[in-house]
């Protein structure tokens, strides 16, 4: 594959990388990977051919025969060449981030490097940047597009959170707990319900509910639009069986009791 002093559409570069797996040049990885039936590793890369000169040669920054650079940020470790982006090579996470460093942090219970605004102000599920998005099923952990964390500590791809949110859905897709704060919602909703009564027939209709956002069970009034959580005030409830109908009223009246007829106590002599 050609190479140019601009790199590809993923990196800007001026070298193409040799696959230690087939032993041929590609740009970079995703380039590879997209053509071959196979996958590159990018830390067992260990030659590099110059996009300048077209000299092969040990993976380094600088041409060892043009001394054209070839990324002006490298990584021994990813073999990462770039533009510069801020990025710092995160060990425990074992890839490259873009920063700048400063301004993240590594969870190692999540084990994902966060921003420095979510530092013991964000829900830790272990090992969360290893599964894949439950939007798109694709890899978070080595993606080149940011995850977003949900307020339940699930991720999804910053883009994937977007798309979910222009499609009306608001909750994460793993959990079902709310993705974001929807208090202005469930008063909208309150309104709607109250400016839509049931019939007649339904009016005093219970169901019991489990609640998405607290996992509170309550029975609650039933309504088409939706039902309330009395815990939480939520409406992202799900119903636990079936209606449970008012107790019926016994339309029978009592008998009337019959009025005892007056005798006339007078006698006539």
Same mark, same amino acid.
């Given at each position: ?31 590879? +990977? ?10 067992? &890369? ?16 600088? #041409? ?70 439950? &939007? ?16 339940? @500590?699930?991720?999804?791809?910053? %883009?994937?959170? /977007? ?8 909750? #994460? ?10 208090? /202005? ?14 019939? %007649? ?22 309504? &088409? ?11 992202? %409830?799900?119903? +636990?069986? @079936? ?6 009223? +016994? ?11 007056? %005798? ?6």
């Amino acid at each position: 594959m050609a190479a140019t002093e601009v790199g590809c559409e993923h990196y800007v570069r001026s070298c193409l990388l040799k696959a230690p797996c087939c032993g041929k040049f590609y740009v970079c990885r995703l380039c590879h +990977d997209g053509e071959e039936n196979h996958q590159m590793d990018r830390f067992k &890369v260990r030659e590099v051919k110059c996009a300048a000169c077209n000299t092969i040669q040990e993976a380094q920054q600088t #041409c060892k025969e043009c001394e054209v650079k070839f990324g002006e940020y490298y990584c021994n470790i990813c073999h990462l060449f770039d533009k510069d982006k801020k990025q710092y090579h995160c060990q425990p996470c074992g890839i490259c981030r873009i920063g700048p460093r400063e301004k993240y942090f590594h969870c190692t219970k999540c084990n994902l490097c966060l921003a420095t605004d979510l530092k013991d102000n964000h829900k830790c599920v272990e090992n969360v940047s290893r599964q894949n998005c439950p &939007v798109c099923m694709e890899d978070i952990h080595t993606s080149r597009i940011g995850a977003h964390v949900l307020s339940c @500590g699930h991720l999804l791809h910053k %883009t994937c959170f /977007e798309d979910m949110c222009r499609t009306g859905a608001y909750r #994460c897709p793993l959990c079902m707990h709310s993705a974001f704060n929807m208090e /202005e919602f469930w008063e909208q909703r309150d309104m709607e319900i109250a400016q839509s009564p049931m019939p %007649t027939e339904y009016q005093d209709t219970k169901v019991k509910i489990i609640c998405n956002d607290c996992q509170a069970r309550c029975t609650v009034a039933f309504h &088409v639009l939706g039902m309330k959580c009395s815990s939480c005030g939520s409406y992202n %409830t799900a119903q +636990d069986g @079936g209606l449970i109908a008012p107790p019926a009223i +016994d339309a029978r009246q009592p008998a009337e009791q019959p009025l005892e007829e007056e %005798t006339d106590a007078q006698h006539h002599e």
